[in-house]
Each structure stands twice: as C-alpha cells, then as structure tokens.
T-cell receptor, first 114, second 113 residues
Framework: DADVTQTPRNRITKTGKRIMLECSQTKGHDRMYWYRQDPGLGLQLIYYSFDVKDINKGEISDGYSVSRQAQAKFSLSLESAIPNQTALYFC?????????????FGEGSRLTVL | ELKVEQNPLFLSMQEGKNYTIYCNYSTTSDRLYWYRQDPGKSLESLFVLLSNGAVKQEGRLMASLDTKARLSTLHITAAVHDLSATYFCAVEGIETSGSRLTFGEGTQLTVNP
C-alpha cells in the first residue's frame, strides 16, 4: 500500500459544486501539503500544515480550504468549483531533519470542472 | 520571495549523448532536491543535496549543488530512452512559519533513439 494515499484519484464535477479531496498517510510525518499542477507547469503550493493545530496558506489559496483532522489526514475542499480549478492535485508529507526535508507525494487526484 | 528557475524547460536529445539541466534560485539556501515525474504520475525523489559542494550520483544521473552561486546541476550521461520524463528541482527556503520547498517549472526531457 502507498504511504500517502489520495482519494478520489479522478473526479469530474460541475461548476458550483463543492468538492473534497482527501489525503491520508502512514509515514508518521507531522507536515502535510497540498499542491496543484497544471499541464506543462510546475507545482504551486495551496496550503500546508506543520501539525494538527497549524494551517498555513500557500501561494494560491483563494477558492480552497483545508482541514487537518488528525496527524495522518489532511483534506482539501473547493467550496464552489470553477473550470480554472481543473488540475492535478498532489498531497505530500515531510519530516524535516538533518537528512533533509524532502517531500513524499501521493499518486495525485485529477479534477475536471465542467 | 524565493524564486527557482530551471533551464532548459524542454530538452530533446539523442540516446548516448550527455547534457546538463540547470537550476538557479534567488535566495540563500543550502538544501535542494531533485524529482522525476513520468506523464500523469506522481513525483519521485531522485536526489537530496544538503550542503555546498554536495554531489550525488545514481546511474546515468549526477546532481551537484553550489550554494554560493545558488545553482544546482543535473547531469545526464549517455542518455537512454528510459530517462524521458520531467525533472523538477525544489529549493528549501526558510519562512516565518518554517521551512518549505519552492519548485522550478520543470524540464521536460525526451530521449530519442
């Protein structure tokens, strides 16, 4: 089983609908992240959380919200989806220390907003 | 604000050739990461570089870090088709809320027979 699991893997929805993407991890890491990737572009940080009580906005948080339900779970919500939120979304975890703070990614959730 | 730039963004090369991908960043950092992404897939960690002069090698790929020049390179030796993918560098920057990674735009590598 994957260490970082995202659900759903694919979702097609309509403009105005509320969508939740869920992420769970078994790596025991405190830090969790949500990134967005658009075709041919790099990754943009939406929100990140360094522990259960800590939530921070990233570069492109407008139109999104998050919930850190437990150390292992971090959900991303689109309150009212719009077509330009069509993208590939990645959840990631990290455990920074002397060996570095590399990110460990989930498999991605492909969202299409019609 | 930390900015990370990669070049080239697109690279088409023949099997057996050598080439280098460059990653420049705008503020002081001594931690840099390289990732590989196959089309439609997740990102896979390739290298973790944690100090000035760090060099890591895995197969036909070698990464290095020069923190004084704020530059990392990913060198490809004798390319093979299996190396076709998009390669990202990411730099760890310190912000008021703690450290986090900023990614470059990615270099899409195509290795032709």
């Amino acid at each position: 089983d994957a260490d970082v699991t995202q659900t759903p893997r694919n979702r097609i929805t309509k403009t105005g609908k509320r969508i939740m993407l869920e992420c769970s991890q078994t790596k025991g890491h405190d830090r969790m992240y949500w990134y967005r990737q658009d075709p041919g572009l790099g990754l943009q940080l939406i929100y990140y959380s360094f522990d259960v009580k800590d939530i921070n906005k990233g570069e492109i948080s407008d139109g999104y919200s998050v919930s850190r339900q437990a150390q292992a779970k971090f959900s991303l919500s689109l309150e009212s989806a719009i077509p330009n939120q069509t993208a590939l979304y990645f959840c990631a975890t990290s455990d920074p220390g002397p060996k570095g703070g590399e990110l460990f990614f989930g498999e991605g959730s492909r969202l299409t907003v019609l | 604000e930390l900015k990370v730039e990669q070049n080239p963004l697109f690279l088409s090369m023949q099997e057996g050739k050598n080439y280098t991908i460059y990653c420049n960043y705008s503020t002081t950092s001594d931690r840099l990461y390289w990732y590989r992404q196959d089309p439609g897939k997740s990102l896979e960690s390739l290298f973790v570089l944690l100090s000035n002069g760090a060099v890591k090698q895995e197969g036909r790929l070698m990464a290095s870090l020069d923190t004084k020049a704020r530059l990392s390179t990913l060198h490809i030796t004798a390319a093979v088709h299996d190396l076709s993918a998009t390669y990202f560098c990411a730099v760890e920057g310190i912000e008021t809320s703690g450290s986090r990674l900023t990614f470059g735009e990615g270099t899409q590598l195509t290795v032709n027979p």
